[in-house]
């Protein structure tokens, strides 16, 4: 069974620029999680989707961030114009229904805005 | 409000010997769940272990154990027998209980370095 997969890896971009990233969850999960870790900082929940609802997108930090997960697939995360501080890894888990099973992670996206 | 604390950046252990990671949470929430996490050089996240608020017994998973002691809001992870492949970070996680544990909060994440 194939895991949680991010594209790309890494991204590099300059800043005023647009990047979008994205998750294929594992095939079956409902539950879609993005996450970002800033440079020494935790790892920090930004958004939650049960197949293609947004259930919780408490943590997702401005308007320059926009999750989409049309068809409760595969989610993408788009930041637009993206500013030096958003640089980190950006990571995507998935976990199946019924609530209470763990989350599988991805590999995670580095983003760095130059 | 969640919140994790792990107090060792790094820590160094010698390879067959056991280790213990440290962390601490704090939740007003009566019902939770704690993770481990290891994230090898590598990137990925790899679940390790889990351990309901609830639960009598600690957890275990072949040689990982979670030294869960609920009065002192402690949920250390221990490592027995470690290996070289071990060498990674490793992030302790607490979820509310009720919700989908993939929305989870994470300590600052210890990284442990396994000498042969």
């Known amino acids: 069974e194939a895991g949680v997969t991010q594209f790309p890896s890494h991204s590099v971009i300059e800043k005023g620029q647009t990047v979008t990233l994205r998750c294929d969850p594992i095939?079956?999960?409902?539950?879609l999680y993005w996450y970002r870790r800033v440079m020494g900082k935790e790892i920090k929940f930004l958004l939650h989707?049960?197949?293609?609802?947004?259930?919780?997108e408490s943590g997702m930090p401005n308007n320059r961030f926009l999750a989409e997960r049309t068809g409760g697939t595969y989610s993408t995360l788009k930041v637009q114009p993206a500013e030096l501080e958003d640089s980190g890894v950006y990571f995507c888990?998935?976990?199946?229904?019924?609530?209470?099973?763990?989350?599988?992670f991805g590999q995670g996206t580095r983003l760095t805005v130059v | 409000a969640q919140k994790i604390t792990q107090t060792q950046p790094g820590m160094f252990v010698q390879e067959k010997e056991a280790v213990t990671l440290d962390c601490t949470y704090d939740?007003?929430?009566?019902?939770?769940?704690l993770f481990w996490y290891k994230q090898p050089s590598s990137g990925e996240m790899i679940f390790l272990i889990y351990?309901?608020?609830?639960?009598?017994q600690n957890a275990t998973e072949g040689r990982y154990s979670l030294n869960f002691q609920k009065a002192r809001k402690s949920a250390n992870l221990v490592i027995s027998a470690s290996q070289l492949g071990d060498s990674a970070m490793y992030f302790c996680a607490m979820g509310e209980f009720g919700t989908s544990y993939g929305k989870l909060t994470f300590g600052q994440g210890t990284i442990l370095t396994v000498h042969p």
């Open positions: 989707f049960v197949k293609e609802s947004k259930q919780d």
């Open positions: 939740t007003s929430d009566p019902s939770y769940g």
């Open positions: 351990q309901g608020s609830y639960d009598q």
């Open positions: 095939s079956g999960h409902d539950n």
């Open positions: 888990a998935s976990s199946q229904h019924p609530e209470n099973t763990e989350a599988f």
